[in-house]
């Protein structure tokens, strides 16, 4: 008997019928974004005013996923709330990435980036961890640059000042079974911001933590997941009561992270040169954009450049390995421990003045204008770098 079948809409009543191929879901493409302006503008707050993550731009992007249709045309629209399922993934099993980046104004006056593609590289590590569906991630740089321009008039022109950039994706399937969600909302918001310390840079007090983590082995502390934070901020609560500014997060005896910035401490060698030493990228370690910035700039002084105020006799051996908080009790005892800073998108570097640990402080050298002579010399050459006023690398990025 013959067998009935629909091939593209048209009855064949043969059996022998190849069935029609379904449409591939469609990839991220940023040339199909649509653009609808704001009909009224906010205010920009002054540069002295401005606190991170309170004043947002005046417009965002967003584009969703869904597993028989794919990604949706980009809009870049006015900013305002989104709407989700109260059983979305994202609510209920924290299925939510996210991305910082900055954008500030060249010599040229136009917006540029810096090192955007690392950013792409760990947005996309980050979303397959938990899952979410893949995207392009060169389509999304291309959205970035389109919202930056747009938005142009709100990156700061004051030093130390730029435009905050949060890329996320989180998980919208309306279910609350426990498993991946194959439908996503990407999106896009700004935000101006200042200096990290509004009244000035000053040394940061650590508490050295080992009752709560961060991370562990085999966890996700290596992915820039929005579950990693919310933990974080109630041994932070208890640090700050002891008069302490940030978390060094220990795993036992062996740091990984200073609150949610990468550590590094610089130690005098017998013969005076110096180490530069992180905690490796185990798995329990935050692959930071500075920080990666960071060890490139002291393998490179000075035989390919000279960092700012650090004199070229200044040999600099760089590494990463594991350090542990009795490390720095033995080097500081033997007064070889002369640095400990913080880096991250945020704060680019900051300066650490004491770290507690046991009821005891460990006290690192005071240094005139804050920075010790490496901390200084590396915030100098990153922010000029971001800023457009060194080449190197290509690490700023034009958004045109």
């Not at 590289?121 to 995207?135: D, T, Y």
């Not at 490390?327 to 507690?356: K, P, Q, S």
Request: neutral net charge.
């Amino acid at each position: 008997m013959a067998i009935t079948q629909m091939t593209n809409g048209v009855h064949n009543g043969t059996a022998d019928v190849t069935a029609a191929v379904p449409a591939q879901p469609a990839e991220l493409d940023a040339s199909k974004v649509t653009v609808t302006l704001a009909t009224t503008f906010k205010p920009i707050p002054p540069a002295a005013e401005l606190k991170f993550g309170q004043a947002m731009t005046d417009h965002m992007m967003v584009v969703s996923y869904d597993p028989v249709n794919g990604w949706s045309a980009p809009v870049i629209k006015p900013y305002g709330p989104l709407a989700i399922d109260p059983a979305s993934s994202c609510l209920q099993y924290a299925t939510n990435v996210f991305e910082g980046m900055k954008a500030y104004l060249g010599p040229d006056g136009e917006p540029r980036l810096f090192r955007p593609d690392k950013n792409m590289e760990r947005m996309e590590m980050s979303a397959g961890r938990v899952a979410l569906p893949p995207f392009d991630t060169n389509e999304l740089l291309k959205l970035i640059k389109k919202l930056v321009t747009i938005e142009k008039r709100w990156i700061p022109t004051v030093k130390g000042h730029s435009l905050y950039i949060r890329p996320t994706i989180i998980g919208t399937r309306d279910s609350l079974g426990v498993a991946a969600s194959d439908h996503a909302l990407l999106y896009i918001i700004l935000c101006p911001t200042g200096p990290f310390f509004r009244t000035g840079a000053r040394p940061v007090a650590l508490l050295a933590v080992n009752e709560h983590v961060r991370s562990w082995p085999g966890g996700t502390g290596g992915y820039k997941l929005a579950l990693n934070y919310a933990p974080t901020f109630k041994p932070q609560q208890l640090a700050a009561k002891l008069g302490y500014d940030q978390c060094l997060w220990l795993i036992g005896d062996t740091i990984t992270e200073a609150g949610a910035m990468n550590f590094f401490v610089v130690v005098r060698r017998d013969g005076g040169d110096l180490d530069v030493i992180t905690p490796p990228l185990d798995g329990t370690i935050l692959p930071g954009i500075t920080r990666d910035s960071t060890l490139a700039l002291c393998a490179a002084h000075p035989s390919r450049t000279t960092l700012p105020g650090l004199s070229p006799s200044v040999r600099l051996h760089v590494s990463e390995r594991t350090l542990t908080i009795s490390d720095l009790t033995t080097w500081a005892a033997d007064g070889r421990l002369l640095e400990a800073f913080m880096v991250g998108t945020a704060v680019v570097v900051a300066t650490v003045g004491r770290i507690g640990f046991n009821g005891a402080d460990i006290a690192l050298p005071a240094h005139e204008g804050v920075f010790g002579p490496v901390a200084r010399g590396l915030f100098d050459r990153l922010t000029d770098i971001q800023e457009g006023n060194f080449e190197w690398e290509k690490w700023s990025v034009p958004c045109q």
